[in-house]
């Protein structure tokens, strides 16, 4: 695709209930990078991915979050019995391969997640 | 403890005016820092990437300075305009490692 592509932009769910959030690379990037983002915070490292593995997952907040990708493209984030506490932006980054050299890192636009 | 510090917090800025942005950093061993801008509700857009070895980089009316030496960066915005509006994120990475070490970001407001 042109660009990195979140869905849903917004998802407002009860507390306790389970979440996916969906990312969608650039077509051919093996990085992806997942990050959550408060108001008026910078992004916070959640997980990051090279391929279909997750390279460091050492941002998970706890066991309640996973995230997959299958196939080394498309990636979904899993938030089990949502809590209040977990409302943010979350955002999608890709790259063309190890973004930390001086590869380009592209950012979704988020997906908003608000838990009532 | 690798960390990002950005000042000033927030900045309101008249239409044409110049402004810098700081960023101070512990990261180490250096790799890169690259600026982005976030326009709110938006996902960040990169504005400049430079490496150890670069001490200035430019784009449009955005350059960036790095010292590598005191470990901090600048973003100076020249003849701002309203659509600047936005939050200017500092991001360092080191060499070893997976991470990427946002700053908090400063909130720029230019007003007519």
């Known amino acids: 695709g042109a660009g990195v592509s979140q869905t849903p932009s917004n998802k407002v769910t009860e507390k306790g209930k389970y979440v996916e959030l969906r990312c969608d690379p650039i077509s051919g990037h093996t990085a992806l990078y997942w990050y959550r983002q408060s108001l008026g915070q910078g992004p916070e490292f959640l997980i990051y991915?090279?391929?279909?593995?997750?390279?460091?997952d050492s941002g998970l907040p706890n066991d309640r979050f996973f995230a997959v990708r299958p196939e080394g493209s498309v990636s979904t984030l899993k938030i089990q019995r949502t809590e209040r506490g977990d409302s943010a932006v979350y955002l999608c980054?890709?790259?063309?391969?190890?973004?930390?050299?001086?590869?380009?890192?592209?950012f979704g636009e988020g997906s908003r997640l608000t838990v009532l | 403890k690798n960390q990002v510090e950005q000042s000033p917090q927030s900045l309101i800025i008249l239409e044409g005016k110049n402004c810098t942005l700081q960023?101070?950093?512990?990261?180490?061993?250096?790799?890169?820092l690259r600026w982005y801008k976030q326009d709110t509700g938006r996902g960040p857009v990169s504005l400049t990437i430079m490496t150890f070895s670069e001490n200035t980089k430019s784009n449009g009316r955005y350059t960036a300075t790095l010292d590598a030496d005191t470990k901090q960066s600048s973003l100076h915005i020249t003849a701002s305009q309203l659509s600047d509006s936005a939050s200017y994120i500092c991001?360092?990475?080191?060499?070893?490692?997976?991470?990427?070490?946002f700053g908090t970001g400063t909130s720029l407001t230019v007003i007519p």
């Open positions: 960023c101070n950093y512990t990261v180490s061993p250096f790799s890169n």
């Open positions: 980054a890709s790259s063309l391969d190890r973004a930390l050299n001086t590869g380009e890192l592209f």
């Open positions: 991915f090279q391929g279909t593995g997750a390279a460091d």
């Open positions: 991001v360092v990475s080191a060499r070893t490692g997976n991470q990427f070490y």
